[in-house]
């Protein structure tokens, strides 16, 4: 078993993937080259603005690579939750553009020609217990009402086999808009985008301090100072205290994910007859796919420690897979990987200007909860529009969020929190 992420073991990072050097002075410095970072890049440069991608590792080293490659449809709140908390209108507004940010995914990646198994095959949401899936009839009914043109469709338990081959579940949610992609592939990708639009990439180049100057920010990074405009922090479970205020904004958890050898097609048609990309009903849940050649990849956490020894995780991870799939018993694991999610305590991303401390100026896009696939992406785009200077759709903006002074110190409040999802699994 490698302790790596499958979607990156092997030659898969384009050979003539531009890798620039630092600029001493740029229009836009983006610190992250994730989804976020390199949508906005990417953006930025066809508006013709001046831009440099600051990595602190190699181009899409950090969530974006590593995960389940699975564009699901909503936010992490739910659409009911979303309608109580900041009303009808502004609701449907932001389960809509959560909607156009897939369909923004599939069309960069077909407009920018990325080669990465990019397929709208559809998702399934799981029922674990009974009461979940009464919960999710109540659901179908709620989107029937509020969102007619938005309404997942309801899996009853007898039809459940067409659609994965376990027993383990009491019905579902299916939702044809989702889609699947390989992650590192998508990420590659964009990075060739951004630069063929002229962004400039630059590794290795973590920023160390970031400092405001009358009309600009002067970056010290591990490659040297750069002089910017303005600043995109684009860094999302990857977040440091560089920039403090937006620190306590943002808190890391960890998602950790194997894959097996893969399969052969008989039992991949046995465990997934549609190919669908699967997530169940449970605080802490487990998701899970066939990737483009035919491993079952499972993923999901049992805390939200992120630093759990991958081949612990691997074994919990495989013991909770052989529940699900009895039949994938005897298959052997090929890869044990995490990634950091960037987590809110309002559950949702977050995105805005900073208006104090010494970084005041900075602009910033976090916080998407393990629907980044597709939000981080659109999001990114959308503040590439606003930093050119165009209209943007950037809902989150719009909406109240609290930074809390212990939110950079998880380590002592997360074990709690774990231990009242562990809580809520049982009771719910």
């Not at 836009?28 to 991608?53: D, K, M, P």
């Not at 919990?316 to 809110?344: C, D, N």
Request: neutral net charge; hydrophobic residues 45%; proline residues 6%.
């Amino acid at each position: 078993m490698k302790t790596v992420p499958f979607w990156t073991d092997g030659d898969i990072r384009p050979a003539g993937l531009p890798i620039a050097t630092l600029p001493d002075q740029v229009d836009v410095a983006v610190i992250g080259s994730g989804f976020t970072g390199l949508h906005a890049a990417r953006t930025l440069a066809l508006n013709g603005v001046n831009v440099v991608v600051l990595e602190q590792e190699t181009i899409g080293w950090g969530a974006s690579s590593r995960n389940g490659g699975m564009l699901n449809p909503g936010l992490k709140e739910a659409a009911p939750a979303l309608f109580r908390r900041y009303g009808a209108a502004r609701g449907r507004r932001l389960w809509e553009w959560s909607m156009s940010a897939i369909d923004f995914a599939e069309l960069v990646v077909a407009e920018e020609a990325i080669d990465c198994n990019f397929a709208r095959n559809g998702q399934v949401v799981l029922a674990s217990k009974p009461q979940h899936f009464a919960a999710m009839r109540e659901e179908v009914a709620w989107h029937a009402q509020h969102l007619g043109d938005h309404v997942p469709e309801l899996v009853g338990p007898a039809d459940l086999r067409y659609e994965i081959g376990s027993a383990g579940y009491y019905g579902g949610l299916r939702d044809a808009r989702a889609a699947g992609v390989q992650p590192a592939r998508y990420v590659y990708g964009l990075a060739v985008a951004a630069a063929r639009a002229g962004a400039q990439l630059v590794e290795y180049a973590g920023v160390r301090s970031l400092r405001r100057k009358q009309d600009h920010f002067e970056l010290t990074t591990a490659q040297g100072v750069t002089i910017a405009r303005e600043v995109l922090l684009a860094t999302n479970g990857y977040t440091t205290n560089l920039v403090m205020s937006a620190r306590r904004g943002i808190f890391t958890g960890g998602s950790y994910i194997i894959t097996t050898e893969p399969l052969p097609p008989e039992l991949q048609r046995a465990v997934s007859p549609r190919n669908r990309m699967f997530y169940d009903s449970k605080h802490f849940l487990n998701y899970f796919r066939l990737t483009p050649d035919g491993r079952m990849l499972f993923g999901g956490r049992h805390n939200l420690s992120a630093d759990l020894p991958l081949e612990q995780s691997a074994v919990e991870l495989k013991r909770r897979m052989v529940e699900v799939f009895p039949q994938l018993a005897g298959i052997p694991v090929s890869h044990s990987w995490t990634g950091r999610l960037g987590l809110t305590f309002d559950l949702m991303p977050h995105a805005g200007r900073l208006t104090e401390g010494p970084a005041s100026g900075v602009f910033f896009a976090y916080g998407y909860g393990g629907h980044g696939v597709a939000v981080a992406g659109y999001l990114g785009h959308q503040m590439g529009r606003l930093l050119a200077g165009q209209a943007a759709d950037i809902p989150f903006a719009e909406l109240p969020f609290r930074r809390y002074f212990f939110t950079p110190y998880e380590q002592f409040y997360l074990p709690f929190v774990s231990a009242w999802y562990r809580f809520l699994d049982v009771v719910s």
